[in-house]
């Protein structure tokens, strides 16, 4: 297999790290406007199987030349190019992954199911783990079950000791979080699509010591196209993020007081944006180099044999503080690289698709437990 993995960052390098352990992989390009320094976990890696590739991904002519040496492509860079480099994949006839979290997108990127058949080749946006990990355990608790209700996702990125009044560090991208924070949600209520509004309906969701309680809120993103697909088939469908007691209604005064607006406001005679004053202020403040965990619970109830069922995925995942590997890092980047090899060996039929639509699920989690990321999975 001859991967590309575009963007060195945090979890594109954790994806290539994650490529590098199988041995079929015989080629990992880690592309990027400057892909070295390499990070410190990929340094013992280095060698002819490593290739970093200095690239800028708005260069169409580049890209499609280090494409049509690809077997996949996997997309670790800001989701508003993955499109365009979407149509550049089937063009040339490679598989393609992303990171996703816009859904708008993944409906334009479906525009490609056509042409991606034709050539061959599979699309899987919205390959993290949410959008990603959790569609796949939802999709696996739907398919268990003759008759759906009910399904409930919560997921977070959490600091092992919390610190702060958010009791929160940024483990992707704070831009990222405060657009999840200010944009409405879809969910599924009576059948229906919804709108809710990010930040509400706060609820506590309880987890095994020493983790404790955390507080659950609805954000954006986390279902990708699921509410869409399932419309009218299934009663209720959330997502809710996850975080530590007495995040939300802080970061909801927050918002209310119109610090994460994107309307400049003049300033003393200087055109401001209050959101970006808002990341300058607060970004450096919650980058810590403190060790993380992803805390995830899947619930899905319905009917099986004419009888209630309900079955339930849990994960508690921590950095690797050996390698130097967090749990966001480890979740998301090796999410993307198994799609990434699943589309190479063949698990993925050609055409576009999301990770619910697509994935073996079974063997999506023996894969993640083989790298010691371990989902339980409970039923009654």
């Not at 892909?35 to 580049?62: C, N, Y």
């Not at 997108?105 to 993290?128: C, F, M, N």
């Not at 055109?271 to 970004?283: Q, T, Y």
């Not at 309900?310 to 921590?318: A, G």
Request: hydrophobic content about 40%; overall charge negative.
């Amino acid at each position: 297999m001859r991967m590309l993995v575009l963007g060195a960052g945090l979890q594109g390098s954790a994806c290539a790290y994650d490529l590098l352990q199988n041995p079929e992989v015989t080629e990992v390009r880690l592309a990027d406007l400057r892909p070295d320094p390499l990070a410190p976990f990929l340094k013992p890696l280095s060698g002819p199987r490593l290739i970093p590739t200095p690239l800028d991904v708005r260069d169409q002519d580049a890209m499609r030349a280090v494409m049509r040496e690809s077997d996949a492509v996997m997309s670790a860079i800001p989701y508003y190019l993955n499109l365009d480099l979407a149509r550049l994949a089937v063009e040339v006839g490679t598989n393609f992954t992303d990171l996703g979290g816009n859904t708008e997108i993944v409906l334009e990127q479906k525009k490609l199911e056509e042409q991606a058949r034709a050539k061959g080749v599979s699309v899987v946006p919205d390959t993290g783990v949410a959008p990603g990990m959790v569609n796949i355990l939802a999709q696996m608790g739907i398919d268990r079950l003759d008759e759906t209700n009910t399904v409930r996702i919560y997921v977070g990125g959490l600091p092992q000791h919390p610190e702060g009044p958010l009791k929160y560090q940024v483990v992707y991208s704070l831009e990222g979080v405060l657009d999840y924070y200010t944009t409405l949600s879809w969910v599924l209520r009576d059948s229906e699509l919804t709108h809710v509004t990010a930040l509400s309906e706060l609820e506590t969701i309880p987890f095994a010591a020493p983790l404790g309680d955390l507080e659950a809120f609805h954000t954006a993103g986390g279902l990708s196209l699921m509410a869409q697909r399932y419309a009218g088939k299934v009663a209720t469908m959330e997502y809710k993020t996850l975080r530590y007691p007495g995040h939300a209604r802080i970061m909801e005064a927050i918002r209310e007081l119109g610090l994460l607006e994107l309307t400049p406001l003049d300033v003393k005679g200087q055109s401001v944006v209050p959101r970006d004053v808002a990341v300058a202020a607060m970004g450096p403040r919650l980058r810590k180099n403190s060790p993380d965990l992803v805390a995830l619970r899947v619930v899905v109830e319905g009917i099986k044999d004419g009888k209630p069922k309900r079955h339930q995925w849990e994960l508690v995942d921590h950095a690797d503080e050996e390698k130097g590997i967090s749990a966001m890092m480890r979740t998301t980047g090796y999410t993307l690289s198994i799609t990434g090899q699943m589309q190479v060996s063949g698990d993925v039929a050609p055409g576009v698709h999301t990770p619910d639509e697509c994935i073996p699920g079974d063997k999506y989690v023996a894969e993640l437990a083989r790298r010691g990321v371990r989902i339980r999975h409970s039923e009654s």
